[in-house]
């Protein structure tokens, strides 16, 4: 229930109160990174997938009136009977930390106990509700982002996407291009000789660890060219933007053009390459 309460009321992502199948906690929230006042709690992030640079930030959730539903109260309660070890907030009695299997196995128990269908529920879902309960309450959206620590700009690709994260690290405006100061941050992630078919893999494990995107910025291609013909490599990637607008239907997608190369990895001829590079961008865009 503790853990629930807080992912609703703090806008958690379940990465950041759960470890994953490898015991992985590089997000998770620390029972040491708790304190508790009177009339709030303090939830201290050292790190999440939306702060790049690691600088930490601390949610800050407000204690109500109701004693069965506040989120101060029932930590409280939460934290009298934990077992008393340091690491991840959510523990079992040996210590050992809630998994994200774990989590959605209880959530889908839950649900099913109070005779709910849980079709619809994910464990991203209290993200979702609270933001929409805030939504209802006359909060405006830009309260909602920054509530929320949305990554709302995704910037998917090849290994260019990820040779531009770090030349951006080291630029006035930062990983976020400057664009913070509009509650935007944008999320990096390159793969060096990615391919269209690598794409899907590569949103699914996204997807884990946050909602979708407001936008997605989509470079993929240039490692396909000549391995594939024009037509197939167009159908591939016309496939994968199918895909995921079924996944992810509010999101909207930005196709990033295939840059010319001096070189290609399945052909010395750099004019052919030229011209199969052209067709794609005109076909897609």
Not at 88 to 117: M, N, W
Not at 246 to 274: H, K
Request: charged residues 20%; glycine residues 8%; contains cysteine.
């Amino acid at each position: 229930m503790t853990s629930f309460s807080l992912a609703f009321h703090g806008f958690m992502r379940v990465g950041e109160i759960t470890v994953d199948c490898k015991n992985k906690q590089m997000h998770t929230v620390k029972f040491e990174n708790i304190k508790l006042c009177d009339a709030r709690l303090e939830v201290l992030l050292t790190s999440s997938k939306t702060d790049q640079f690691g600088s930490g930030t601390t949610i800050v959730i407000s204690k109500q009136k109701n004693k069965n539903v506040c989120p101060v109260q029932i930590m409280a309660n939460f934290i009298k009977v934990r077992p008393p070890y340091l690491g991840p907030l959510f523990c079992h009695f040996d210590g050992s930390p809630l998994t994200r299997y774990q989590f959605s196995a209880l959530l889908k128990r839950s649900l099913s106990v109070i005779g709910i269908e849980n079709n619809g529920f994910k464990s991203h879902s209290f993200r979702i509700d609270m933001a929409t309960t805030c939504a209802l309450e006359g909060i405006s959206d830009e309260q909602i982002k920054e509530m929320g620590r949305h990554a709302t700009v995704w910037i998917v690709g090849s290994s260019i996407i990820k040779h531009a994260f770090g030349e951006a690290r080291g630029r006035p405006g930062g990983v976020n291009l400057g664009l913070q100061r509009m509650g935007v941050n944008i999320w990096w992630q390159g793969k060096c000789g990615g391919k269209v078919l690598d794409m899907k893999k590569q949103i699914r494990t996204m997807l884990k660890y946050e909602d979708p995107p407001t936008i997605l910025v989509l470079h993929i291609g240039g490692n396909d060219i000549g391995k594939e013909s024009t037509k197939t490599l167009c159908e591939l990637i016309r496939k994968q933007f199918s895909w995921m607008r079924q996944l992810m239907s509010d999101t909207v997608f930005v196709w990033s053009q295939i840059i010319p190369r001096s070189s290609w990895r399945y052909s010395d001829n750099i004019n052919a390459m030229e011209k199969c590079r052209m067709r794609v961008n005109t076909s897609i865009a």
